[in-house]
């Protein structure tokens, strides 16, 4: 059931950034997600920003909004009009295992043999699908509009390692001395900044007037 959900989200995304792009689909996800964990907090801890967060929590948790959020969902969406949302997930699967291997580098993490296995058979798995040659491929894929480009390729591995610098930041700026700050609160600074660079991007750009950010067909 998830699985289904997952894939009709995918699909959705993958349609949506198409006709109006990846930035302005971008922004209207993260604008969303922003007003729903204010709802969510508001009557959960009576304030719609977590004030509580120690001054390293915002600023972690600041810079993995900016490079999981902003950053790393560009690209992610950019994936999904370039590879297809099939391949495009199967990259972004690569994330964990790449947090993992950032966490071992930085945050001096450790994993068993059998973890470090599990990273390897992930890592092969996804290689092999992405080299599959046209000859070996479904009727059911020629048919429909993926192709996989080394621009795309490229997309969704810049894609998936912002996503697990993001992970990373993200569980640094969480840990207290004794326990983890609030997952929910410490999403919704990611969205906040994440959502703020987005209009920064806009109003630099001067991009407000061209985009079809409030027009995408229903």
């Not at 894939?7 to 689909?25: L, N, Q, Y």
């Not at 729903?36 to 009576?46: A, E, K, T, V």
């Not at 120690?54 to 969406?77: E, Q, R």
């Not at 993200?170 to 004794?178: F, L, V």
Request: aromatic fraction near 14%.
């Amino acid at each position: 059931m998830m699985r289904s959900v997952f894939r009709i989200g995918h699909f959705i995304v993958s349609s949506a950034s198409k006709m109006a792009g990846a930035i302005p689909v971008n922004i209207i996800r993260v604008g969303i997600a922003l007003l729903l964990f204010s709802i969510f907090l508001f009557f959960r801890d009576g304030s719609i920003v977590p004030m509580n967060f120690p001054f390293h929590g915002w600023l972690l948790l600041s810079l993995s909004g900016i490079v999981g959020f902003f950053i790393g969902d560009i690209f992610l969406f950019k994936a999904f009009v370039e590879l297809g949302p099939r391949v495009a997930m199967l990259i972004q699967s690569l994330a964990a295992r790449a947090a993992a291997v950032i966490g071992w580098l930085f945050l001096k993490e450790h994993y068993a043999s059998h973890q470090w296995m599990g990273i390897f058979v992930t890592l092969s798995g996804v290689c092999m699908v992405i080299l599959e040659k046209k000859s070996k491929r479904s009727p059911a894929r020629e048919l429909s509009d993926e192709r996989v480009s080394w621009i795309g390729v490229m997309y969704g591995i810049l894609a998936m390692l912002g996503q697990a610098v993001g992970y990373t930041l993200s569980k640094a700026g969480m840990q207290t001395e004794s326990s983890y700050l609030d997952a929910f609160a410490a999403t919704e600074i990611r969205a906040i900044v994440a959502f703020i660079c987005f209009v920064l991007y806009f109003s630099v750009t001067g991009k407000w007037q061209d985009q079809t950010i409030f027009s995408i067909p229903l």
